[in-house]
């Protein structure tokens, strides 16, 4: 089963109104900001409850639990501290409390991640980005393992809304699938060797990427995805000035957000995010595109200096 829409944050704001204000939901504290202010700033007036809390510990997601707990939304591989969840863990708390788990697997892809056969109940993609993956559409989608009261609300909501692609978006997204198996090992290798360069380079500070051994989440990342994938993001020593200046000076990477594309990506993730973000000053987050990886290595070295 799936619903096309118009975006990553059409088909989000799809599940949740699918809800019934009163309905709790847990979502974890570092999740998509565009997500988080469609549940603080938007569903909240509108009656849905959420707590956010940090899910790398499955206790703490335990601990929210209500007896209205309707919906655990979980993020995996996160954004931006790329922040790994235990997707068959928070299934199984999901199910004891008689809620849905659905999982947001737009940075990992369905080729490294699949939150279905690892029990969610629905995936929700930006396909924005990997799945169309050239930068040139905005698109999402809803896809559920079996056609329930719940998948069938997402549809009415879908269909009375009008919250759905054009057909060219769609023909844009479909040319996109046709190569992620080709794109997405090659992100993959590239951003392993990105992650590793910057891993030893003296004015990095942290590099956060669950590929690297020492990433906290690398056992349950190896164990729930294929590979990796392209996404890193890593904190310059010397703080947000010197941050903005690596930003300044790189010429191969583009200084933009979104991701999942053929381009490397660079941005202060803080700035794109506006006062009320979380994310440390000092961090940049990157995604690693399909340029010859020695090209994208070299660039980072002139721009840390
Ligand atoms: C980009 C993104 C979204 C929103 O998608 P749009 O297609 O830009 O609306 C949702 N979740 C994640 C993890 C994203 O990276």
């Known amino acids: 089963m799936a619903a096309a ?3 990553g944050s059409a088909a989000t704001a799809t599940v949740f109104q699918a809800l019934a204000p009163g309905d709790h939901v847990i979502a974890p504290d570092d999740c998509y900001h565009g997500t988080a202010r469609l549940l603080r700033e938007v569903f909240a007036p509108w009656g849905l409850q959420t707590t956010f809390v940090d899910m790398t510990d499955a206790g703490n997601v335990r601990r929210a639990v209500q007896p209205n707990t309707r919906l655990i939304w979980v993020e995996t591989p996160s954004n931006p501290l790329l922040k790994i969840t235990d997707i068959a863990e928070m299934a199984s708390i999901a199910q004891s409390a008689g809620a849905l788990c659905v ?15 690892l029990g969610a109940d629905l995936v929700v993609h930006s396909t924005t980005k990997y799945l169309g993956g050239h930068e040139d559409v905005t698109s999402g989608a809803v896809v559920g393992k079996a056609d329930t009261d719940f998948f069938q609300r997402v549809r009415l909501i879908q269909n009375v809304y009008g919250a759905v692609p054009s057909p060219f978006d769609c023909w844009l997204t479909l040319r996109g699938v046709r190569t992620l198996h080709v794109r997405m090992p090659a992100h993959c290798a590239n ?15 942290a590099v956060h990427y669950p590929g690297l051994p020492d990433h906290p989440g690398h056992a349950t990342a190896a164990g729930q995805m294929a590979d990796f994938g392209g996404m890193l993001s890593f904190q310059v020593a010397g703080g947000r ?9 790189v010429r191969l990477f583009v200084r933009a957000t979104s991701l999942g594309g053929t381009q490397s990506l660079i941005e202060h993730r803080a700035s794109i995010e506006g006062p009320d973000s979380t994310t440390p000053d000092d961090l940049l987050r990157v995604s690693v595109g399909l340029e010859n990886a020695d090209d994208l290595i070299a660039d980072l070295a002139q721009a840390l200096g």
Do not use: E, K, Y
């Open 5 to 7: 829409f118009a975006s």
């Open 103 to 117: 999982c947001d697997n737009t940075w990992a892809s369905p080729m490294l991640q699949r939150p279905l056969s």
């Open 191 to 205: 951003a392993g060797r990105v992650a590793r360069f910057l891993h030893d380079h003296p004015n990095v500070a």
């Open 241 to 249: 000035d010197a941050a903005m200046q690596v930003a300044a000076n």
